[in-house]
């Protein structure tokens, strides 16, 4: 399969019809941006993310108060969590952020019905993180990407933002530019309700990025790992067993036109995506085959 790239580091303000500069100033979309993370509050980069944003945008964080990574799209507001005690840690100019003890998750559904009830956000923008997360194992667990496939439920347009090292300070500075154009990219301001994107940066100095390609998420590999007991204590039906995960030896599969290869190449590498797991093409199939299901002993002819 032939894989379609950008060229060196030019992409940072040219590639896939980005607009200039001065057009991009003109551009009044997104208005509204809301920013999260999974590293926390406290993580450098959605700062520099968010400053960066909100040269051009009404700017809101929301993240959590410590690092809530690998959390997927894990969610503690519903019926036993209705009140939240939120720290406004930041107003100034076009940003505000608030931070309080939830999940990435709770950020976005927070976030979108709270502060910014009133003026919906246009994008969010999860990141950006330290690993990554490519593949559909981690794409399945990640917090960073787990709130943007929230955002995309609640009918946000998202960006998961991945990949770099906290004191590449180049490398911060380099991809909250590249980002910024590329919000205002046909690629990012055409993304319908349910759909949002994940883009990985390689964790290498900025001359050696390759360039930027699309591509799909490798397939993931199964029982990469299994558990193993390794102790048990007590008699009769009351045992209490230690099982400790260990790895199987076995290793990833990885695709060649995948994202994690070309991810290996030094490439920054964007995956479109969207929510929903229903499969159409079986419902026909299903539904042909309801009479061979066993009937409901109660249910009325």
Same mark, same amino acid.
């Given at each position: 399969?032939? $894989? ?12 896939? =019809?980005? %607009? ?14 809301? *920013? $999260?993370? !999974?590293?926390? #509050? ?23 108060? /410590? !690092?809530?990574?690998g959390s997927?799209?894990?969610? &503690? ?25 939830? +999940? ?12 910014? /009830? ?9 990141? *950006? ?29 998202? #960006? ?7 004191k590449d ?6 991809? &909250?530019?590249w980002l ?7 690629? %990012? ?6 759909? +949002? ?11 050696? #990025? ?23 204590? =007590?008699?009769?039906?009351?045992? &209490? ?6 790895? &199987? ?7 060649? !036109? ?11 590498? #964007?995956?479109?995506?969207?929510? =929903? ?22 249910? /009325?002819?």
């Amino acid at each position: 399969m032939k $894989t379609h790239r950008t060229a060196g580091f030019s992409f940072l303000f040219g590639l896939l =019809g980005l %607009v200039s500069l001065s057009a991009m100033a003109a551009s009044h979309w997104p208005q509204n941006v809301l *920013i $999260t993370n !999974d590293n926390g #509050i406290d993580d450098p980069k959605i700062w520099a993310l968010a400053k960066a944003v909100a040269k051009d945008s009404d700017t809101w964080i929301v993240a959590a108060s /410590k !690092d809530r990574s690998g959390s997927s799209n894990y969610m &503690t507001l519903g019926a036993d969590r209705r009140a939240l005690t939120v720290h406004r840690v930041f107003q100034q100019g076009h940003l505000t952020a608030y931070s309080f003890d939830g +999940y990435p998750a709770d950020c976005v559904a927070f976030g979108i019905l709270g502060p910014m /009830k009133h003026q919906a956000p246009d994008l969010v923008i999860s990141g *950006i993180n330290g690993g990554p997360n490519l593949g559909q194992s981690s794409w399945f667990g990640s917090g960073t990407i787990g709130a943007a496939r929230t955002a995309a439920h609640m009918g946000i347009p998202a #960006i998961a933002v991945s990949g770099l090292h906290d004191k590449d300070t180049a490398m911060v500075n380099a991809v &909250t530019h590249w980002l910024v154009a590329f919000i205002h990219s046909p690629m %990012v301001q055409q993304l319908q309700p349910g759909q +949002y994107l994940t883009i990985a940066f390689p964790r290498v100095a900025v001359d050696k #990025i390759h360039g930027v390609v699309v591509a799909p998420k490798t397939p993931p590999t199964p029982h990469l790992a299994e558990f193993e007991r390794v102790d048990s204590s =007590g008699s009769g039906s009351d045992v &209490t067993e230690v099982w400790l995960a260990k790895p &199987t030896g076995k290793k990833p599969q990885i695709t060649a !036109d995948g994202d994690q290869a070309l991810y290996r190449q030094n490439d920054i590498v #964007i995956t479109p995506m969207q929510i =929903g797991e229903q499969n159409p093409a079986a419902l026909s199939q299903f539904r042909g085959e309801l009479a061979k299901v066993p009937p409901w002993p109660k249910a /009325k002819p």
